[in-house]
Nanobody, 126 residues
Framework: QVQLLESGGGLVQAGGSLRLSCTIS????????MAWFRQAPGKEREFVSA????????FSTSTTNGRFTISRDTAKNTLYLQMRDLEPEDTAPYYC???????????????????WGQGTQVTVSS
C-alpha cells in the first residue's frame, strides 16, 4: 500500500521559513512526478510546486516562485518544499502527491496524481 507521510508544518511568523518533507513508501513504481498542493479553508485546492522524479524539471506558480523551492532525494524517497518569506496568505494544510506513470494530465493539476498524503498544517501569523 502506497503511503505518503508529510512533516515539517507548524506556526511561524510572517517572513519566516519552514521546510516540509514528504516520504513515499510501499510503492512498486518509480513516480513520474511528485508535487505539493495546498487548500486554505473555503478555497479550492491550489497547486504549489512539482518536480519530475527523474531528471530535475520543476514547476511552480507566480504566487510562490522565488519564495518556495521544491527538491527531492530519490535515495530517501523523500520530497521537500523549502519555504521562505512566508506570508499569512500561505496559511493552509499542505498536501504531498505522487503521480504513477504514465502521466495522465499536467503535473500542475491534481488530476495527474494518484496518491495523496494526509497533509501538514502551515500557519503564518502576521
Amino acid at each position: 500500500q502506497v503511503q505518503l507521510l508529510e512533516s515539517g508544518g507548524g506556526l511561524v511568523q510572517a517572513g519566516g521559513s519552514l521546510r516540509l518533507s514528504c516520504t513515499i513508501s510501499g510503492h512498486t513504481f518509480t513516480p513520474y512526478a511528485m508535487a505539493w498542493f495546498r487548500q486554505a479553508p473555503g478555497k479550492e485546492r491550489e497547486f504549489v510546486s512539482a518536480i519530475l522524479w527523474t531528471g530535475y524539471s520543476t514547476f511552480s506558480t507566480s504566487t510562490t516562485n522565488g519564495r518556495f523551492t521544491i527538491s527531492r532525494d530519490t535515495a530517501k524517497n523523500t520530497l521537500y518544499l523549502q519555504m521562505r518569506d512566508l506570508e499569512p496568505e500561505d496559511t493552509a494544510p499542505y498536501y504531498c502527491a505522487a503521480a504513477a506513470p504514465p502521466l495522465r494530465a499536467s503535473v500542475m493539476t491534481g488530476d495527474a496524481y494518484d496518491y495523496w498524503g494526509q497533509g501538514t498544517q502551515v500557519t503564518v501569523s502576521s
